[in-house]
């Protein structure tokens, strides 16, 4: 969400796009509850963690994380202070930035409206792409080459792909660019994103 901006300031993409990642990650992390979802006018959103085992995959970890957290600060402290410390900080990050990563999946739902369809994971790049640019959205495996699909499905839910007309440049977290042909997702309301896309690129 921050990466363009880090981009236009900053020479190095893959530079860019960690920052604009760590600015995502404690923006989400601190985000007042009541501004969690922020729809646009205009636009239709879809979730995609409601009826995926994320979240409680998230959870999961982080209680564990806790756990080991204070019995390896115990066993490390034993033998280096600072070393205990430093481990524990790292942990601390770590969950810190799972916990703000599912935050982020919570706050940034599918898009459709506008002429656009906006997909994304959590706070990670995105893909914005004008309907014109829309072939159809299948539920089969189009049968296209790993690298050509942006995978931003999540794990238990119906996938659909959206293909496209033509390849579209995308770049990942490392700034590096890719050209795709469809995109992965998974939207909680597959059946109902599915006709909403169909109906719009018709009306194209």
Do not use: N
């Amino acid at each position: 969400m921050f990466a363009h901006a880090f981009e236009a300031v900053v020479p190095s993409r893959a530079a860019a796009r960690v920052a604009a990642a760590e600015l995502a990650m404690w923006y989400h992390l601190f985000l007042p509850r009541h501004r969690v979802t922020v729809v646009p006018k205009g636009r239709e959103a879809f979730s995609y963690h409601k009826k995926s085992g994320f979240l409680a995959l998230v959870g999961v970890v982080i209680v564990l994380g806790i756990i080991e957290i204070v019995v390896v600060h115990l066993l490390v402290s034993r033998f280096s202070v600072v070393a205990a410390v430093v481990l524990t900080a790292a942990s601390i990050y770590g969950l810190a930035w799972l916990g703000s990563f599912a935050r982020s999946v919570v706050a940034c739902p599918i898009l459709v409206g506008e002429g656009r369809l906006t997909a994304t994971w959590g706070f990670l790049p995105s893909i914005d792409v004008p309907f014109a640019s829309l072939d159809r959205v299948v539920f089969a495996d189009p049968g296209f080459e790993k690298d050509d699909v942006l995978d931003l499905a999540t794990m238990g839910a119906k996938p659909c792909w959206v293909v496209l007309r033509e390849p579209v440049e995308v770049c990942g977290m490392t700034g590096r660019a890719r050209q795709i042909r469809a995109v992965k997702l998974s939207p909680d309301e597959t059946d109902a994103f599915v006709k909403s896309v169909a109906r719009l690129v018709e009306e194209q």
